[in-house]
């Protein structure tokens, strides 16, 4: 199957373990001393959408209907009945209580009370939803394949459709305020808008390869990842974007940045990459493994968890790096 004729295909195959498998990246060995740990999620079902409110709550949604929440930091993961077996692409939490998990055929389920119970949304959309936004607990966008643009006033009772460019995967969507938003998508494609999604107008992002993620620290400092370890960044609000060097070959799926310098993406084979000075260098992180890895999310600088195929977690108090290797000491038997 070539799993990336579209995005949508794409993550149905990567979340069901179902891509080709892919050569780690160089210097990525798996037996590296890796500042991160494995957590038991309790489900083999593969995790992309990812969410954390501080560094005890947190949500992780994925193929089969799975929502899994954790209190204590992802100690312990419980699962979440969510009524269906689709696969639930992305997820998004305005405060404990309110939260949104969208997925393939128009799926949107909310829960107001943390996810002890969740229940459909109308979105009146069979296309497949790619990714949530949510400024507060009001006003949210979704996207998704062929174009679409979802939006929401009052917390998705009602959702509006639009399409913003036909034929198109919509792949990721970030807005910095009620007004600046953008969205990236298939061959390249990024958008902005500055009225709150009414207008959209297309940015130059540099590049012609699928962008995946899109994460914005300020409303002028932004990122977006893709294909063949591409990453393409801005400092003007994406007036202009110019390409950064990553380090890696492998396919990058997931982004995150704590302030306008400190950020990670994750992708292929394990791919791990950070960068403490806004992106100018990128360098690997080791993860202990080879699995595909979808989706990262950070609090801090120090705290953050990573998800990926086969159930995986990963989390790191230590903003992934290794501990210092301490210098050995010799002592004589007595």
Request: aromatic share 10%; charged share 15%.
């Amino acid at each position: 199957m070539n799993f990336l004729l579209s995005v949508s295909l794409f993550f149905i195959s990567i979340f069901t373990a179902c891509a080709p498998s892919s050569p780690p990246p160089p210097s990525a060995d798996p037996a590296s001393p890796t500042g991160w740990e494995t957590q038991e999620s309790g489900v083999q079902s593969s995790l992309g959408g990812l969410f954390f409110l501080d560094d005890r709550r947190g949500w992780a949604s994925g193929n089969k209907g799975v929502i899994l929440h954790t209190e204590d930091g992802g100690k312990r993961w419980s699962v979440q009945e969510t009524g269906t077996q689709g696969l639930l692409v992305s997820i998004f939490f305005t405060d404990p209580q309110n939260g949104w998990a969208i997925g393939e055929k128009g799926t949107i389920l909310h829960t107001s009370d943390g996810g002890k119970g969740w229940t459909p949304q109308a979105s009146g959309q069979k296309s497949d939803l790619m990714d949530i936004f949510f400024r507060d607990k009001t006003h949210g966008w979704i996207v998704g394949t062929k174009g679409l643009l979802l939006s929401t006033e009052d917390g998705g009772d009602h959702w509006t459709a639009a399409v913003v460019r036909a034929r198109l995967t919509l792949t990721s969507i970030f807005f910095a305020d009620l007004k600046r938003g953008w969205i990236s998508g298939d061959g390249g494609y990024l958008s902005h808008t500055e009225d709150g999604g009414a207008t959209w107008v297309r940015q130059e992002s540099g590049t012609n390869k699928d962008l995946h993620q899109i994460f914005f620290a300020t409303p002028q400092a932004g990122w977006a990842v893709g294909g063949n370890g591409m990453i393409v960044h801005t400092t003007d609000g994406g007036k202009s974007w110019a390409q950064q060097t990553s380090g890696v070959p492998t396919l990058l799926t997931g982004l995150f940045f704590v302030d306008e310098q400190v950020g990670w993406a994750v992708g292929a084979a394990g791919t791990i990459v950070h960068t403490q000075d806004g992106g100018a260098t990128w360098r690997q992180q080791a993860s202990g493994t080879i699995q595909f890895l979808i989706n990262v999310a950070f609090v801090n600088p120090e705290v953050g968890w990573i998800a990926g195929v086969k159930g995986a977690i990963l989390h790191t108090r230590k903003g992934g790096e290794p501990p210092a290797m301490e210098a050995g000491v010799s002592s004589k038997k007595e």
